[in-house]
């Protein structure tokens, strides 16, 4: 069984803390209680709001330094929303809790009937935002493994946690010549990237072969919880695969004859033995190419060839 919300709620009014909560509580939310801003952030360490209803005006640390902390030292915590509470109803006042980053801002006296709204509505809005990061993620999964090009992804330190399956493969062939070689660079943009900043630097690792690393620093990302990371592309000339038939048609809107002829010209066939397979005349391929041509705004063979080459997808639908 699902667990309803937990709402986190701060408030240095032990009375008006304890008639949120009862508020809470009767709309069917569980509810953590913290007294003022330390004793919010040790909340934190023990549990996983889905929501925070904060007072601003607190000693020591207020609503806007409970922010500022929540955003630093808790990234993975961006998704939940805050609903700051305060007795200034002053438009300067709300501005500031809006350009802080709260999501919303009540004023007290608190009506219940729209603190309640409000809770609800901000929930909804971070369930979807939650879906929506999840359906991405399911896609880039897809994508990863569908590319011509190798993708390593390493921490900060060096530390390989993922590889697709051309990269795996280009790895199997090279031994741990490419793996020696990327360590330094991995490393030096790791720290980069720790840091918050973004680089790159290309290494052409194998002459004969044309194969290629394009190294990334890619900084943490708050929004979606995302740690620092290092990404690698390898690419290799002889490893580069025409889209298939249909995902030809569907981006540059050829026919199903046109997409076979500019398929079997990007895998290497010259347009008479295209035409012999097709058991067609030449004069019908050179008909369907100059289709093909006028549909991609290419002119010649070799940039119709380098251009179906280029994209780095293997396969869609």
Same mark, same amino acid.
């Given at each position: 069984m699902t667990k309803p919300p937990l709402i986190l709620c701060c408030e240095d009014e032990p009375h008006l803390l304890r008639d949120i909560a009862d508020e809470l509580l009767a709309a069917g939310y569980r509810v953590q209680e913290a007294s003022n801003g330390a004793d919010l952030l040790t909340c934190l360490e023990n549990?996983?709001?889905? !929501?925070? !209803?904060?007072? +601003?005006?607190?000693?020591?640390?207020?609503?806007? #330094? %409970?922010?500022?902390? !929540? &955003?630093?030292?808790?990234?993975?915590?961006?998704? %939940?929303? +805050? %609903?700051?509470?305060? $007795?200034?109803?002053?438009?300067?006042a709300i501005i500031r809790g809006k350009r802080a980053g709260a999501d919303d801002y009540l004023t007290k006296p608190i009506n219940y009937d729209l603190l309640l709204s409000t809770i609800e509505a901000r929930l909804r809005q971070s369930k979807q935002a939650r879906a929506n990061i999840s359906h991405v993620a399911g896609l880039g999964e897809h994508l990863l493994e569908n590319l011509t090009v190798g993708v390593l992804i390493f921490t900060p330190d060096g530390t390989q946690v993922r590889a697709n399956e051309i990269a795996d493969s280009i790895m199997h062939e090279k031994g741990g010549d490419i793996r020696d070689a990327l360590t330094e660079?991995? &490393?030096? =943009?790791? *720290? =980069? $990237? &720790? *840091? #918050? &900043? @973004?680089?790159?630097?290309?290494? =052409?690792?194998? @002459?004969?072969? *044309?194969? +290629? $690393?394009? %190294?990334h620093a890619c900084p943490p990302e708050p929004a979606t919880g995302a740690p620092a990371m290092v990404m690698v592309f390898l690419t290799k000339q002889d490893a580069m695969v025409p889209l298939s038939q249909s995902a030809l048609s569907a981006m540059f809107d050829l026919t199903p004859t046109e997409a076979r002829v500019a398929r079997q010209l990007a895998s290497g066939l010259r347009p008479d033995e295209i035409a012999e397979q097709f058991q067609v005349a030449p004069t019908t391929i050179a008909f369907h190419l100059r289709n093909v041509f006028a549909k991609t705004g290419t002119h010649r063979q070799a940039d119709l060839v380098a251009l179906l080459l280029s994209l780095p997808v293997r396969h869609l639908a």
């Open positions: 549990c996983s709001p889905d !929501l925070l !209803l904060c007072d +601003i005006m607190m000693p020591d640390l207020d609503g806007y #330094g %409970v922010l500022a902390r !929540l &955003r630093r030292d808790y990234p993975h915590m961006a998704h %939940v929303p +805050i %609903v700051f509470l305060s $007795a200034l109803s002053m438009t300067d660079t991995v &490393r030096a =943009l790791g *720290a =980069l $990237a &720790r *840091a #918050g &900043r @973004e680089d790159g630097k290309s290494l =052409l690792l194998d @002459e004969t072969t *044309a194969c +290629i $690393a394009q %190294v």
